[in-house]
T-cell receptor
Framework: QKEVEQNSGPLSVPEGAIASLNCTYS??????FFWYRQYSGKSPELIMF????GDKEDGRFTAQLNKASQYVSLLIRDSQPSDSATYLC??????????FGAGTTVTVRA | GAVVSQHPSWVICKSGTSVKIECRSL??????MFWYRQFPKQSLMLMAT?????????EQGVEKDKFLINHASLTLSTLTVTSAHPEDSSFYIC??????????????FGSGTQLSVL
C-alpha cells in the first residue's frame, strides 16, 4: 500500500471554477502535510502546509486536514490557466522525510 | 528567491560514465539534505538522506555503491551516479531543511537535474 495516495487525474476545470484535490495517507504518525505544485521539467514548489485538523487558507488556496480520516485536501478557488500543473501531496514523518503521492494533473481551461 | 542551488540542470552522458550532481544551500546551513529521483509522470521517490559529516542513509532498493553521496560541508551535498546506464536516466532533485526560525517546516528544493544516459 502506498503511503500517500491522490485522486487520479487528470482534472480539467474551467477558468474561475474551483479545483478540488484529495489525498489520503496511511501513516498515522505523519506530522505534517504539504501541497506542492510542479510544472513540467521543474522542481516542486511549496503551496502550503498544514499540521492541525481543520482548514488553512492562503489566498485562493485552502487546505483541509482530517487526521481521524487520514485525509487532506486542497481547494483552488477562482482557478486560473497559470494554475495548470501537477499537484503533489506529501506527508512528513518524524525524521523529516517526505512521502509524495503520485500527483494530480490539473488543467484550467480558458 | 531560490535558497538551494543545484547543478547541472541537465546532463547527457554515455553509458558507463559517472556523473556528479551538486546541491548547495545558499543562505542557510543544511545538516541534512535529501535526494529524490523522479521518472516521467511519476512522483518523487526518496533515494537517500545525506548527513553532514557522516554516511548517508539509503532507502530500500537504492544501491549505495552506485549512488555515492558526499556531504562534506554544511552547505554542500553531492550525488555521484557511478557507471550510469540508460535506466538511470531520470530527474534528480535535492532538498534541504532550513532550521532557522519560521522556516523549519519548509523543505526547499533544488531546481533539479535531468540526466540522460545514452
Amino acid at each position: 500500500q502506498k503511503e500517500v495516495e491522490q485522486n487520479s487525474g487528470p482534472l480539467s476545470v474551467p477558468e474561475g471554477a474551483i479545483a478540488s484535490l484529495n489525498c489520503t495517507y496511511s501513516d498515522r504518525g505523519s506530522q505534517s502535510f504539504f501541497w506542492y505544485r510542479q510544472y513540467s521539467g521543474k522542481s516542486p514548489e511549496l503551496i502550503m502546509f498544514i499540521y492541525s485538523n481543520g482548514d488553512k487558507e492562503d489566498g485562493r488556496f485552502t487546505a483541509q486536514l482530517n487526521k481521524a480520516s487520514q485525509y487532506v485536501s486542497l481547494l483552488i478557488r477562482d482557478s486560473q490557466p497559470s494554475d495548470s500543473a501537477t499537484y503533489l501531496c506529501a506527508s512528513r514523518s518524524n525524521d523529516y522525510k517526505l512521502s509524495f503521492g503520485a500527483g494530480t494533473t490539473v488543467t484550467v481551461r480558458a | 528567491g531560490a535558497v538551494v542551488s543545484q547543478h547541472p540542470s541537465w546532463v547527457i552522458c554515455k553509458s558507463g560514465t559517472s556523473v556528479k550532481i551538486e546541491c548547495r544551500s545558499l543562505d542557510f546551513q543544511a545538516t541534512t539534505m535529501f535526494w529524490y529521483r523522479q521518472f516521467p509522470k511519476q512522483s518523487l521517490m526518496l533515494m537517500a538522506t545525506s548527513n553532514e559529516g557522516s554516511k548517508a542513509t539509503y532507502e530500500q532498493g537504492v544501491e549505495k555503491d552506485k549512488f555515492l553521496i558526499n556531504h562534506a560541508s554544511l552547505t554542500l551535498s553531492t550525488l555521484t551516479v557511478t557507471s550510469a546506464h540508460p535506466e538511470d536516466s531520470s530527474f534528480y532533485i535535492c532538498s534541504a531543511r532550513d532550521l532557522g526560525t519560521g522556516r523549519w517546516e519548509k523543505l526547499f528544493f533544488g531546481s533539479g537535474t535531468q540526466l540522460s544516459v545514452l
